[in-house]
């Protein structure tokens, strides 16, 4: 399913997440409009290295970022591995891999238009929080 999000179009594989798709959009609304910091849905996270990273993010705090080495250090694995495994995420924002930042850099971003939508992201849950 795709959701309008700042702008920009973000596909999110509504099949891992057990809520109606309704009310996923509308919860995907309340987080862009400030109103929501964390969605009330369970996802069915894929088997495998994946879905152990994707665990790891979903714990990162509202407003606040992890480094993909802070996340492969937790993993005892690599940053690359890590920044990989965030490209598949099947449900960004919903399990907040925009919340994964490198070092040095933003990093990147597989949803919306990449780390344009990432950085908006940021700023919003920066904002949210002043």
Do not use: W
Request: proline share 6%; glycine share 14%.
């Amino acid at each position: 399913m795709n959701v309008g999000v700042l702008g920009r179009t973000v596909e999110l594989d509504a099949g891992r997440v057990a809520i109606p798709e309704d009310e996923l959009r509308a919860q995907v609304g309340e987080y862009v409009a400030g109103d929501r910091q964390t969605f009330d849905a369970s996802v069915a996270l894929p088997d495998g290295f994946v879905g152990d990273v994707m665990a790891e993010m979903r714990a990162i705090p509202y407003g606040e970022t992890r480094t993909y080495g802070e996340l492969a250090d937790a993993l005892d694995t690599a940053p690359v591995a890590v920044g990989q495994a965030c490209g598949k995420n099947p449900v960004p924002l919903v399990v907040p891999c925009h919340r994964v930042v490198g070092a040095e850099s933003l990093g990147g971003y597989s949803a919306g238009d990449g780390p344009a939508l990432k950085r908006r992201l940021l700023e919003l849950e920066r904002s949210a929080g002043d």
